[in-house]
C-alpha cells in the first residue's frame, strides 16, 4: 500500500469569495483551509472588507507569505509597516490595511483566510 497525498490548485479553488477591490480563492487539504488573496489598488480592509466582517478592525490573525505587491499595515496600537514580495507575516487580530501603489497584492495566507470576507 502507497503512500497517500492530497494536492490542490489555486486555478481550481475549493471556494472563491468575491468583495470590493478583490478576492479570496479558499483550497481545502490535508483538513486545512488556505487562501490567496488578491487585492487590486485601492483595496482598503477598512472600506472594502469591515462591512462583511462588522467589526472595527480585521479580527482575523494571519500568517501570511506576500507574493507580489506592497501591503500597508496597521495595528491596533498605531504601529505601520510595509509588507513586501518575499517576506512572511504573522499579524495578530487587530489591525487595518491597504494596497500601496498600482500593483496588486497577491498573499497566500494559512492562517485566517478561511474566515476571511465570509458573510
Do not use: K
Amino acid at each position: 500500500m502507497g503512500v497517500s497525498y492530497e494536492q490542490q490548485d489555486f486555478a481550481n479553488p475549493t471556494e472563491t469569495r468575491q468583495f470590493p477591490h478583490g478576492r479570496v480563492d479558499i483550497v481545502r487539504i490535508g483538513g486545512a483551509e488556505t487562501g490567496r488573496l488578491t487585492l487590486e489598488p485601492g483595496w482598503r480592509w477598512s472600506n472594502d472588507v469591515r462591512p462583511l466582517g462588522g467589526t472595527e478592525l480585521c479580527e482575523a490573525p494571519h500568517f501570511q507569505n506576500h507574493l507580489d505587491g506592497t501591503l500597508r499595515i496597521r495595528m491596533i496600537d498605531g504601529e505601520e509597516f510595509d509588507a513586501t514580495r518575499g517576506q512572511v507575516t504573522a499579524l495578530p487580530s487587530g489591525h487595518d490595511a491597504w494596497v500601496v501603489g498600482d500593483t496588486p497584492v497577491v498573499v497566500v495566507d494559512w492562517w485566517g483566510a478561511s474566515n476571511y470576507a465570509r458573510t
